[in-house]
């Protein structure tokens, strides 16, 4: 079955990256933080094994990223911890944990191989120079992202106009917004604009 078949009835959205730790949890914090009665689902990809779980004592575990997501605002967090292979029929599970809320946010870059959402980000910032050093999954979630945000570091000397120019390559009319993650009042202040937008 397909995914987009399990979200029809739903308002999804997802945020995907250039690599880990490139934002993307922070980023969905925000998310979820303004946006009411949304469900989390953050995928974890590993090669070993596939577990889907909305237990909490797994969930709530200071410093992890479903603890950061829960703790700002989602009604539900699902951690879905996949082989890249098993990734469609793990969130199919997770649906199914979280099958009251109407609202659904996915981290993760490879769910865009299964699904098109009513909103995808992709974070990226100054590291996005070339195409060729894209993983495959990446390179998905750039072409089928809807808003692109290049997350700027406070020492960044990065080249904003050399980064557009990458991800217009791929995603030629894609709206590219230059943001500070760290700066909430701008990040809530874009997004909120962006959310309603979108029906959110």
Known sequence: MSLDILFSDKKALTV????????????AEYIVSIINDIAAIKITIN???TLVTDDEKSIMVE???TFRLKSRGAKKVVWVRSKEEDIEEAVQQALYLINDCKKILVEGSSILNYMTP???IFVCDEKLDNISNLKSSRLTSLKKADII????RDDSVTNH??????CKEINKNIPFISLNLKDGAAVL???KDVLSQRGF
Not at 149 to 152: A, E, G, L, R, S
Not at 161 to 166: G, L, R, T
């Open 149 to 152: 945000i290049n997350n700027i």
């Open 47 to 49: 090669d070993f094994f």
């Open 63 to 65: 410093g992890k990223d």
């Open 16 to 27: 995907s990256g250039l690599y880990s730790g490139i934002g993307k949890t922070l980023l």
């Open 118 to 120: 009513d909103l995808a």
């Open 161 to 166: 106009n050399a980064v557009e120019k990458v």
């Open 189 to 191: 202040q874009t997004l």
